[in-house]
């Protein structure tokens, strides 16, 4: 089986400009995660979604920031515009879950570099 | 204070030795734990979970879990330079629906 999909897998971009990372969860599983990670603050948990629903979006650092699950099989993080401190490198995880929050299964990660 | 506290290391062990990473947390309504390990370059990737109390093998690793002192450990027996890597300790509150990542301990298996 396929894993978690994210795409693309590096972004360059200017400040100021829209990105747009893409994630396809693992097929059956209900809930997905976006992260943030870098040295300085390590993985940061943004969003999470539950059943294509927004469960706990503290863990998005402002409004330039956003993400949506349209259905089970794709999810969108959105940044605009983007700013040279959201440089970073971006994970989706998903997982099955049970009631509650069980072993999360992650892509391989955007790579994002604002200029 | 954080949810899920780890040290940073780097903590170098001769190969063949045995590798001890600790985390503590701070909730004691955690009630499940996991280890991943993530090489430089790439995602976390699953190599442990543990749910109850006390020791957990599989191969060369072992879980340990004490929620009375609130703290998790992985062994890493006849450490291999291939685990050099950054383990990250993760806690899951299941009545808030949170689950939590350390910072991470990174080690240095030197051959």
């Known amino acids: 089986d396929a894993g978690v999909i994210q795409s693309p897998r590096h972004e360059v971009t200017e400040m100021g400009q829209e990105v747009t990372l893409r994630c396809k969860p693992i097929?059956?599983?209900?809930?997905l995660f976006w992260y943030r990670q870098t040295m300085m603050r390590g993985l940061e948990l943004l969003i999470y979604f539950n059943n294509n629903v927004p469960i706990d979006d503290s863990g998005m650092p402002e409004d330039r920031f956003s993400a949506k699950m349209p259905n089970a099989s794709f999810s969108t993080l959105k940044i605009q515009p983007s700013e040279p401190r959201d440089s970073a490198v971006y994970f989706c995880?998903?997982?099955?879950?049970?009631?509650?929050?069980?072993?999360?299964?992650f892509g391989p990660g955007t790579r994002l570099t604002v200029l | 204070q954080k949810e899920v506290e780890q040290n940073s290391g780097p903590l170098s062990v001769p190969e063949g030795a045995i590798a001890s990473l600790n985390c503590t947390y701070s909730?004691?309504?955690?009630?499940?734990f996991f280890w991943y390990r993530q090489y430089s370059g790439k995602s976390p990737e699953l190599i442990m979970s543990?749910?109850?109390?006390g020791d957990k093998e599989d191969g060369r690793f072992t879980a340990q879990l004490n929620k009375a002192s609130q703290y998790v450990s992985l062994l890493i027996r006849d450490s291999q330079p291939s685990d050099s890597a950054t383990y990250l300790c993760?806690?899951?509150?299941?009545?808030?629906?949170?689950?939590?990542f350390g910072s991470g301990t990174k080690l240095n298996v030197k051959p």
């Open positions: 993760a806690v899951s509150l299941y009545n808030f629906n949170k689950f939590y």
């Open positions: 097929s059956g599983h209900n809930s």
């Open positions: 995880a998903s997982s099955y879950d049970r009631g509650y929050i069980d072993t999360q299964y």
């Open positions: 543990i749910y109850s109390n």
């Open positions: 909730d004691r309504g955690s009630q499940s």
